[in-house]
């Protein structure tokens, strides 16, 4: 269970200072590990409630493509990443926690990513929200919801086929999209390339 | 010095043209609306060979680049069955083909097809694109991803590429049925008006 917590953190807080302190958890946990190991069936009951009622709590944000467009649009000089995915797409979420690792190094340098779901909406409450939550996602997670693809696909791209992942750069006016899947090191020299 | 300047340009020349030809053919993938579709030889669950030259009364083909784990394929799955039942007798047959490598998702191996194809009782071929040699040359590039052709004297000709209907998530409430047009269309004699459309899909294993 505890391992388990551990390769979640460091897959999706994967850079250079998160996972200093994540070694010093580690060491601390490490070594209050037996005694953790004793923890009472009562806490651990608490704990699963409280993942669930967060779970419940949590409120996506959900837009058709004309309330989505303007997340494509931004003029304030920032470099957005917005990234398209789904929690069934698998290369989608390999990636993902590359994109939780580049809005960690980079949002205090005028970055922004957000993380677009195109989940199925009746999947939101089982398998969207409790994706989110229980992968701590940092980054902001918005949903498109609109069947009319044949309309806004092109619109977020006229080179776009429609597989996922797929992803667009900006800032102001000049933009790249990619129609792929990134490592972090593509990633990061991708978004370089926006920050001079 | 003045021959060895020119030299340097010219080869620079040459590696500035080549990478601009290099792109233009790398972009160009796949299909294009008129081009010529390869037939193929490929495995059906049935365990026989088929190709599109096995159908010889056919005026054309929905061929359908599909599998069993995409949930946008899924939702297809039964208006891909539709599909066939309405337009292989009328010359249209369906054929699927599972474009993933089987070793990334193992739910879409040969053994996990044939159940599927038993499940859902499909009266079409569920072909296995062994070695992902067929999906490069149509452009397939995520499933489901649906092209018509047309049989004419010179080979199956490319008449349209995209999704099936405008949505995904409610048969009853379609309002274009795209795939539906098209066919439609060429069995009157006339042009396809909507050539091309664009859908969400989960992208092709490698």
């Not at chain 2, 790398?26 to 060979?49: C, E, H, P, Q, R």
């Amino acid at each position: 269970m505890l391992k388990m917590g551990m390769s979640f953190q460091v897959m999706y807080k994967f850079n250079a200072m998160k996972f200093k302190v994540l070694f010093i958890v580690f060491l601390i946990t490490a070594c209050h590990g037996k005694q953790k190991e004793k923890k009472n069936i009562a806490d651990v009951i608490t704990d699963n409630e409280n993942i669930v009622s967060e779970i419940k709590d949590f409120e996506l944000e959900i837009y058709d493509f004309n309330g989505f467009e303007k997340f494509l649009n931004k003029k304030d000089d920032k470099v957005y990443v917005i990234n398209f995915w789904a929690t069934w797409c698998k290369p989608c979420i390999k990636e993902l926690p590359y994109f939780e690792a580049l809005n960690a190094k980079y949002s205090n340098q005028n970055v922004e990513v957000i993380l677009v779901s195109l989940d199925f909406p009746h999947l939101y409450e089982t398998k969207l929200k409790p994706f989110i939550v229980k992968n701590k996602i940092a980054s902001r997670v918005i949903v498109l919801d609109d069947v009319d693809m044949d309309n806004w696909i092109p619109k977020v791209s006229k080179t776009w086929s429609g597989s996922i992942p797929a992803t667009i750069i900006y800032i102001n006016d000049s933009r790249k999209f990619y129609e792929r899947s990134f490592n972090f090191k593509e990633l990061e020299s991708e978004v370089k390339q926006f920050l001079n | 010095m003045k021959n060895s300047i020119k030299l340097i340009t010219a080869i620079l020349l040459v590696v500035l043209i080549s990478a601009f030809t290099i792109n233009k053919t790398t972009t160009s993938d796949g299909y294009a609306i008129g081009d010529m579709a390869t037939d193929f030889k490929l495995l059906n669950v049935d365990g026989n060979m088929v190709s599109m030259s096995d159908f010889e009364d056919a005026k054309g083909f929905i061929i359908t680049f599909t599998c069993n784990t995409c949930p946008y394929a899924v939702a297809y799955e039964d208006r891909v069955i539709a599909l066939n039942d309405k337009y292989a007798p009328l010359g249209y047959p369906v054929i699927a083909i599972m474009p993933n490598n089987t070793d990334v998702k193992p739910g879409d191996n040969m053994q996990s097809m044939q159940a599927r194809a038993q499940e859902k009782e499909f009266a079409f071929p569920y072909l296995l694109d062994e070695g992902q040699k067929i999906y490069p040359q149509y452009g397939a590039t995520k499933t489901p991803h649906m092209f018509v052709l047309e049989k004419t004297g010179d080979g199956n000709v490319v008449r349209y590429i995209g999704a099936i209907d405008n949505n995904y998530k409610k048969a009853s409430a379609v309002t274009e049925k795209y795939v539906e047009d098209a066919v439609d269309a060429l069995l009157a004699g006339h042009d396809v008006e909507k050539t091309e459309t664009k859908a969400i899909g989960c992208s092709i294993k490698v």
